[in-house]
């Protein structure tokens, strides 16, 4: 394996995964992460305005956003492990061009309905991406506490903290968070046994957010299919706006709620017939409820936490192996 090929994970991260992983392992179970009243954000999606960007090559909002985090993902190992038990690699590294599904490269598609209302052909366009939830199972169960729900309504994967294994997009009743194998911190540790790359996702433009900027899909929508603003406000506009249209909303139930409200003149019950639920082409069936829900973190915990253990071990070892080399490497500069 290539050490060039494998990004750099600073001792800070080490420990904020040593303390996710101290958590899941019986110090004290993940609690439920909840966005906060005050400061959270949401986002409104109007399918009644957006048409899809059908004069461009690729709709604006898509195009933005692949701009914005080009570039994210470090060059993939030259040998991606073959992980044990499951010998499954997700590698999207040489097909970055794909925009009509969700991938590591891709964090939003929009969707082509054609649908016929009261013998009426009508289409409409559905832009999709990541719902931040209110209550992100994919936030609780991370075991690295490499997912959070952030004040500002975002829920934000950290690439230096996660161990792609997946049970992020396995909770996610959209499947929304997709893999790329050979990159990450896995590859330092147990590259064949834990983990198996990163997890990447829309996470709402959080370093625009944080500069007083909007996301990039919203701020480039020619046709203002998208809004974001505090979350009471976005509530209320929506329900006017789904009022005037005699229209239907997506998002305040879904999945105990969400920070991405859509607005649709025609149910998303019709929606949804015309989504395929395809990897990484999520459906929208109306009330999904949590994955979450009837499981037990406790034993997943138990069962977990040798394998942790041993994975922090090597992360030490990693970290001491690195600092020494680095230290005969100034010596020698001496």
């Not at 706006?241 to 649709?264: C, D, F, M, P, W």
């Amino acid at each position: 394996m290539n050490s060039k090929n494998t990004p750099e994970i600073s001792r800070r991260s080490f420990l904020r995964i040593s303390a996710g992983a101290a958590a899941l392992t019986g110090i004290h179970l993940p609690k439920a992460v909840r966005a906060e009243s005050a400061g959270a954000l949401a986002t409104l999606i109007d399918l009644s305005l957006c048409d899809g960007c059908t004069d461009r090559n690729m709709p604006a909002c898509v195009q933005a956003c692949r701009s914005i985090n080009a570039n994210k993902i470090s060059p993939v190992a030259e040998r991606i492990p073959e992980p044990w038990p499951r010998k499954t690699i997700e590698d999207w590294s040489k097909k970055q061009d794909v925009t009509n599904r969700l991938t590591p490269y891709n964090y939003l598609f929009v969707h082509r309905a054609e649908i016929t209302v009261n013998g009426e052909r009508q289409t409409l366009f559905v832009p999709r991406r990541c719902m931040h939830c209110d209550n992100p199972a994919c936030a609780t169960i991370c075991p690295f506490s490499a997912n959070h729900k952030n004040k500002n309504g975002a829920v934000v994967i950290d690439p230096d903290q996660c161990f792609g294994g997946a049970k992020c997009r396995d909770v996610c009743p959209w499947e929304i968070p997709q893999r790329q194998s050979g990159v990450g911190i896995y590859l330092h540790i147990l590259p064949d046994f834990m983990g198996n790359g990163v997890m990447y996702k829309c996470d709402l433009c959080n370093d625009r957010l944080k500069e007083g900027k909007m996301p990039g899909c919203i701020e480039v929508c020619p046709r203002n299919a998208m809004l974001i603003g505090p979350r009471k406000e976005i509530e209320a506009e929506a329900q006017a706006r789904a009022g005037k249209i005699n229209g239907h909303i997506y998002g305040q139930k879904e999945n105990g709620g969400t920070a991405t409200l859509y607005v649709s003149p025609v149910s998303f019950e019709l929606l949804n017939q015309t989504m395929t639920g395809k990897p990484g082409q999520p459906a929208m069936k109306p009330g999904v409820e949590r994955r979450m829900a009837g499981t037990d973190p406790l034993g997943k915990a138990v069962l977990a936490s040798p394998v942790l253990g041993l994975a922090l071990a090597g992360a030490a070892g990693w970290f001491s192996r690195r600092g020494d080399r680095k230290a005969c490497q100034e010596e020698d500069h001496d």
